[in-house]
């Protein structure tokens, strides 16, 4: 099975943004993609680097919605899963969020990330609302697949229960700037992850100068050993594409030791007195 990540710089064309997509994506199926996921936002600018306007939800779609259309279509087509991100509109409010659409074009759910932060050239809390889904994990014909939007990798406890709802592969749609973190971090926290969680991790990230920012790219996909097995270029527009053996989930340390060993009655008490 082959996952492909497209790690594309999006222009301020919301339309042109789309027909790229169309086109990685019919790309990536040519070359045996099963499983093709965008990075955060892809199709728009990054428009928390800004701060909010008023008019900020006249700038959100809604899911299912006319670029979840276009994205079904193609996946019922080709007989693909299709992860996109969209800045989402659903009842007055907006949403970071990631819809899963499976092989027969259908929307299996939303992911819509949970943790929102705020800090320079990344003024989110203005546009997302917390998300209200809770911990997905998505049941496709080619594996169990979670999303952890963006600023949820930090957070172990989100990683962690998307392992214990079933997760083979956990998908990040990223938007991460040249800079922002100590290099390598992005890759140490996810080789972390994998390991502890036992399932293949998956980064997508935005590439290219905008505005106030330079995304830095850097897509890459780690195995549940925790090693990167596939890494595209710094500040290069490409698809990246890698075979994934979802064997290795079950024959991980985690699956086989880590969640074998663990004492959830004990981590229950402490996280409630917190």
Not at 241 to 263: G, Q
């Amino acid at each position: 099975m082959k996952i492909a990540l497209v790690q594309k710089s999006p222009s301020n064309d919301k339309e042109l943004n789309i027909r790229v997509g169309i086109e990685a994506v019919r790309n990536a199926a040519s070359k045996g993609a099963n499983i093709i996921c965008f990075s955060e936002l892809a199709f728009t600018r990054f428009y928390p680097q800004k701060k909010a306007s008023v008019n900020k939800n006249s700038l959100a779609e809604t899911i299912p919605g006319p670029t979840t259309k276009i994205f079904s279509d193609i996946a019922k087509e080709l007989h693909l899963v299709i992860v996109p991100n969209l800045f989402e509109l659903d009842n007055g409010k907006t949403y970071d969020s990631s819809p899963v659409i499976n092989t027969n074009g259908e929307i299996l759910g939303i992911t819509r990330m949970i943790h929102i932060t705020d800090y320079e050239f990344f003024h989110e809390k203005g546009y997302y609302t917390p998300g209200n889904n809770g911990v997905k994990v998505y049941e496709t014909e080619f594996g169990k697949i979670g999303v952890a939007i963006c600023y949820d990798r930090h957070f172990p406890e989100f990683m962690r229960a998307l392992a214990l709802a079933g997760a083979e592969i956990v998908i990040i749609p990223q938007a991460g700037s040249i800079g922002e973190w100590p290099e390598g971090l992005y890759e140490a926290e996810l080789k972390v992850a994998s390991f502890q969680n036992g399932y293949f991790t998956a980064l997508c990230n935005r590439v290219g100068k905008e505005e106030k920012l330079t995304f830095a790219g850097d897509s890459f996909v780690c195995n549940p050993e925790g090693k990167v097995i596939a890494r595209a270029g710094t500040l290069t527009e490409e698809i990246l594409i890698c075979d994934i053996d979802l064997s290795e989930v079950e024959k991980s340390h985690a699956r086989r030791l880590f969640f074998r060993d663990r004492r959830p009655e004990l981590y229950k008490e402490w996280f409630d007195k917190k």
